[in-house]
């Protein structure tokens, strides 16, 4: 039976672009940004309308951004340009300005490419890649406090701490709400699947904030009153998978549908795209220095380089995302010359072997050159994964 709520996500989405378009046309502006790091909280508390950029899975755009970066970047960094030159996509077409963080480098030289080629107006977050240390953590503080006084100058007011309060406790309610919501795809019988799970996260990116909390907590309703609480309850034989790497952005399903069409069960993930962004800030006070605290000590980007392995917040909630969803084997994607995620693809496959957890790693771009491969590989290690679980179901 399909969701209500999901079908109102779904026209929400489609509606947003012409709704956003009169929006700007009243005098909203809208602040798109991409990477990982940008607090939302600090553009929503000054007005401003905060969209999430960025697509894959394009090998059109990212030829055409090809020819502005150079192919020894990532697919999704070339599309990103692509989606620029080509100045087709709603969300990019309505940004009045486009913020980005400098967590991941490769999208960092996005915002070089796009400002030069392209004129368009950017606003630049630095990030420490000492993040770890007191003086990383100073360096972010006083990043952001430009980043914001940029921001109230495009604005054209001052940030208000009872505003940031408000814009806080909002994003508070949706990052809760995300968390419930990977709970209940990930039991015996789920009521959704991850796949939608997904979707409804992305539908985040564009949304009206206070609109799309409203709707998440109708979803909310809607799984427990067909399902009840979520609770996983025994394993059944599924081939329980859980997908990590490289970002899987909105309208890249080529690894996911593979997945599904030879049997596996996506339980879960720790993706920038996906669940990672909601987890661990603890924004403390609302100030600037509360939420550069937050950001800066939440789960890490792979881009940002830390090197003890035991002591990894990264590898950290990695494992722990993996014993709460009962997965048994994780699908590692990595897209070719995503430096940061292909060099630890090895160290998170020996940590995961230690706790028992097989772990493919599935090197890919946007083309459909590697489907067969890929579709081959995927097929064996979910043949795996579900001879393995269905021991431990008899067992």
């Known amino acids: 039976m399909v969701l209500e709520t999901l079908r109102r996500i779904e026209e929400a989405v489609k509606e947003r672009p012409q709704e956003l378009a009169k929006a700007r046309e009243k005098g909203a502006r809208v ?17 401003l309308t905060p969209i999430r950029l960025g697509t894959g899975g394009d090998d059109r755009l990212v030829e055409i951004g090809s020819r502005y970066i150079s192919t020894k970047n990532c697919v999704y960094a070339r599309e990103l340009v692509g989606l620029f030159a080509e100045n087709q996509d709603p969300y990019i077409k309505n940004s009045d300005l486009v913020a980005v963080d400098a967590t991941c480098l490769q999208t960092y030289r996005v915002a070089e ?19 770890y240390l007191s003086e990383g953590q100073e360096y972010f503080t006083k990043e952001l406090e430009f980043f914001t006084q940029k921001l109230e100058e495009f604005a054209g007011s001052k940030l208000d701490t009872k505003k ?5 406790k909002l994003y508070n309610g949706i990052r809760k709400a995300t968390k419930d919501l990977y709970e209940y795809q990930a039991v015996v019988h789920p009521p959704i699947k991850w796949r939608e799970v997904f979707d409804v996260v992305h539908a985040g990116y564009y949304l009206d904030r206070e609109k799309y909390l409203s709707l998440l907590k109708e979803l909310l309703i809607e799984l427990k009153e067909k399902h009840g609480s979520p609770v996983i309850g025994n394993l059944n034989g599924d081939a329980r998978i859980f997908i990590s790497g490289s970002i899987i952005p909105p309208k890249d399903t080529k690894l996911i549908n593979i997945i599904e069409e030879v049997g596996g069960r996506i339980v879960g993930d720790d993706l920038w795209s996906g669940i990672n962004p909601v987890l661990d800030v603890n924004i403390k006070e609302p100030s ?5 605290d937050a950001y800066i000590n939440r ?18 909630n990695l494992k722990k995302l993996i014993k709460d969803s009962q997965a048994q084997g994780v699908v590692f994607h990595t897209l070719r010359f995503c430096d940061p995620f292909s060099f630890k693809a090895g160290e998170t496959k020996e940590v995961l072997r230690k706790e028992g957890v097989s772990l493919l790693e599935i090197h890919t ?10 579709r081959t590989r995927t097929e064996a290690f979910v043949e795996m994964v579900k001879n393995k679980n269905l021991l431990e179901v008899e067992a």
């Open 31 to 47: 602040v798109g940004w991409f990477n990982y790091n940008v607090p939302e909280e600090i553009i929503h508390a000054l007005g």
């Open 365 to 374: 771009e946007y083309a459909d050159s590697d489907v067969e491969a890929i």
């Open 299 to 316: 789960v890490p980007h792979a881009a940002l380089p830390y090197l003890d392995l035991e002591t990894d917040k990264r590898l950290a």
């Open 113 to 131: 490419i796009i400002k030069y080629f392209f004129k368009v107006n950017t606003l630049i977050l630095g990030v420490p890649r000492n993040f």
């Open 164 to 168: 940031l309060a408000e814009s806080i």
């Open 288 to 292: 600037i220095k509360g939420i550069a």
